[in-house]
């Protein structure tokens, strides 16, 4: 039975054959994709096992074992808003843990550093970064050590009273290997996990196999019809239901196993585009994006057994007699409940927004639990809300196309509604997607300060504590040079207070000390007060974000030769806002005081900034993806209803409907569906989305802007065109030869 199956799938001729490679087509195409994402999904999380080895010494990330102290001692530097990360170490004994990617510690006075930060180092002078870092380069750190080729770090290798000196400088004997519970501000090598950024690749990786699959569903449909026609001739010359069911299986499930086969194929030349696509701001690395044998056996297996089952459900009227094609009778309009599940995701999102889960995964299930079911919800209520209005429609019309449009609609609204699910699923993605991506965007994206901070530069103890040791002094020829850097404009020393002499803010901080004609040359954090010699200056708000050039500090007790003999608790410099300058200065303050940090308005935000740069790498991929995927379903669901209702509208046209009445029916059945539940789709997408933002980050929706819009109606009005293109077909396909009977 089935070789005669295999036989009959393409003994049709060529419409048979070409509806067998459209459908693998369509097939391919689902599963790359389909892959692709479960390949990326994959990378991500091997991206963020190459890199908790940086979290070491981190409380709770690295275990005690019997091998030789090691001293480590990790910060995180910058240049040009890249983050690079640096450890410091010295080893006690032959047996000190040792950091993927090396052979060996480097000893003091060499570095091993990444590809990509050995070609920045290259490429860049080396008062801007080089001469940051001591010693010369003995190798390179190997890729076992990076999530990511454009990852910048270094291993520095230092005598252990060097190590000892710098910040967080700590013993290990093995190095971190799991990532610890709190990690927000103490690790490295956080990856994506311990933010919301796991929240919102959980739902768009549902965003983006739902479409996938709404697609592959479509394709296993083509000329479901003249499928039935013909599986219904062959019950007539005796054949069972049980044989009909087989080779209607067995016809779908080839075309499903040859497109999986090419979708692999697919997804093996999209291996290298998806590589460089910056999902979570740094691209992968290639050999990261593969695929664990359970998600490949799942689309082997499942792809081939979902397109048999829709091909079945397609066949449930064929099977019951061998006239059921002929004698087809209204199905059963869908009820109200319909709408259960689209109620029950909506509830479930408002539910969290007071009630958040405690721990990420929590959150992960909760919300895509909540998205999922939505999607599920617009796809199941899609043909009740296509019916309802289609009766609404026909109330209210005199039009024949419109009555004739509307009955049909009203009589069958599942096959109304199948065509356009896609693309109200894409509208759903779309309209959640960059709601939540503008209010993410409106609340922080000005991280990086006003444009007259970002021309400055801080130097202060490592994490501004208040217990490090303070600078006695700055040299001379420190100020020297920093005034001899191209751009520089203005420096201020913050001596410490330990007297108390100013003024405490409301928080209680004991400010710091400026003379006045230092803060003369940084006009952006404020002035004295008219006569004043001394300011005393709150230090937290001299770091702000914000011009503060109005602002006016008190006058402190002391004069300005007992300031400049304090200790120096921050270093404030301007320059012309050149990124030359500001690397320069930078590495001039890490260079002479390396157990402060030298930090710029932007790198206070730049973990901040790199989130929201792969949140819109995010977007721009579930938007590329999902609207050409629902552009496609709709064709291929448009021509495929027209060639399974060939017959009637020939029909039509032999007892004397005129093409374009036919066409006018066609367009109303198609549009209808598609702009009734769009509005559905977006008004649920803006509630997902504000039920989303406030549950987890607090925010209030903030309108897309002109961009979302404009995308919306393109995507609309591409929809139309596309049903109007199909329509030129009716006349091919509508002509006599399609009225007999076969």
């Not at 690395?285 to 829709?310: E, H, R, Y």
């Not at 590495?587 to 929201?612: I, V």
């Amino acid at each position: 039975m089935i070789a005669f199956s295999l036989r009959l799938a393409v003994s049709g001729g060529r419409e048979a054959v070409a509806r067998l490679l459209m459908i693998a087509a369509a097939v391919a195409v689902g599963v790359g994709l389909l892959l692709s994402t479960f390949a990326g999904v994959s990378a991500i999380d091997r991206a963020n096992e190459r890199q908790l080895w940086m979290n070491t010494g981190v409380k709770g990330a690295t275990a005690a074992t019997s091998a030789d102290p090691l001293w480590w001692g990790a910060r995180m530097d910058y240049y040009r808003g890249r983050t690079v990360f640096r450890a410091d170490v010295a080893p006690t004994g032959p047996t000190s843990p040792l950091p993927p990617g090396l052979s060996r510690l480097p000893a003091p006075g060499e570095y091993y550093a990444s590809p990509a930060l050995e070609k920045l180092l290259r490429d860049t002078p080396a008062v801007e970064l080089g001469d940051r870092f001591p010693g010369r380069q003995v190798g390179t750190l190997g890729e076992d050590g990076l999530p990511s080729p454009d990852t910048l770090a270094l291993v520095v290798g230092r005598t252990a009273d060097e190590v000892k000196a710098l910040p967080r400088a700590t013993t290990v004997t093995s190095l971190a290997t799991v990532l610890p519970h709190d990690c927000e501000y103490d690790c490295y090598g956080a990856g994506v996990h311990g933010d919301a950024m796991v929240l919102v690749l959980t739902v768009v990786a549902a965003a983006l196999i739902f479409p996938v699959l709404v697609f592959i569903g479509t394709a296993t449909r083509l000329s479901a019809a003249t499928r039935e026609q013909r599986y219904a001739a062959i019950r007539l010359v005796g054949a069972t239901p049980g044989q009909v069911s087989v080779i209607s299986a067995v016809e779908s499930t080839l075309a499903a196993v040859i497109g999986t086969a090419l979708g692999f194929g697919l997804f093996a030349a999209l291996k290298p585009v998806v590589a460089d696509v910056p999902f979570t701001g740094d691209r992968f690395i290639a050999s990261d994006l593969s695929l664990t044998l359970p998600q490949a056996a799942g689309v082997v297996l499942g792809v081939p057994v979902a397109a048999a089952l829709a091909a079945r459900l397609a066949l449930r009227r064929v099977t019951v007699s061998p006239l059921g094609v002929s004698r087809r009778v209204t199905p059963k309009p869908p009820s109200a409940w319909r709408l259960a599940p689209l109620v029950a995701g909506l509830a479930e999102l408002g539910y969290f927004v007071g009630n958040r889960p405690e721990t990420t995964d929590g959150q992960s299930t909760a919300y895509l639990t909540g998205f999922v079911l939505v999607m599920l919800g617009l796809v199941v209520s899609g043909p009740w809300l296509t019916m309802a209005a289609a009766r609404a429609v026909a109330r209210r019309t005199r039009r024949p196309a419109a009555l004739i449009a509307m009955r049909r609609l009203a009589d069958d609204p599942g096959a109304g509604f199948r065509s356009v699910a896609g693309v109200v699923l894409a509208l759903f993605v779309t309209t959640a997607t960059l709601a939540i991506m503008s209010t993410i965007n409106a609340n922080q994206g000005m991280l990086n300060g006003a444009p007259e901070v970002r021309k400055a530069i801080v130097d202060a103890p490592f994490g501004n504590r208040n217990d490090a040791a303070l600078l006695p002094s700055v040299p001379d020829r420190v100020l020297a040079r920093a005034r001899a850097v191209p751009g520089f404009q203005g420096i201020a020393l913050v001596h410490e207070d330990p007297a108390g002499t100013g003024q405490r803010s409301g928080r209680g901080i004991v400010p710091g000390l400026v003379s006045c004609a230092d803060l003369a040359q940084i006009p952006v954090v404020g002035h004295c007060a008219p006569g004043a010699a001394v300011a005393a200056v709150d230090p937290y708000q001299l770091v702000g974000l914000v011009d503060a050039s109005d602002r006016e500090w008190p006058a402190a007790p002391v004069s300005e030769a007992e300031a400049a003999g304090l200790p120096v608790r921050m270093l404030y410099a301007t320059t012309d806002g050149s990124k030359a300058a500001k690397e320069q200065l930078r590495t001039l303050f890490m260079k002479e005081f390396p157990h402060y940090e030298a930090r710029l308005a932007e790198d206070w935000s730049s973990a901040g900034q790199k989130k929201l740069q792969g949140w819109r790498q995010l977007a721009n991929v579930v938007l590329l993806t999902t609207l050409p995927i629902a552009g496609c379903s709709l064709a291929v669901s448009v021509v495929a209803g027209l060639s399974d209702r060939r017959r009637p509208f020939a029909m039509l046209r032999l007892t004397g409907a005129p093409l374009r009445l036919l066409r006018r029916v066609v367009g109303l059945e198609s549009a209808l569906p598609l702009l009734v539940v769009s509005a559905l789709a977006i008004g649920t997408g803006f509630a997902a989305a504000a039920m989303f933002l406030k549950a987890q980050k607090d925010y209030d929706l903030v309108s897309p802007g002109p961009a979302y819009y404009g995308l919306t109606g393109f995507g609309l009005a591409a929809s139309l065109g596309i049903i109007a293109s199909t329509l030129p077909l009716l006349k091919r396909i509508t002509g006599p030869e399609a009225a007999r009977n076969g």
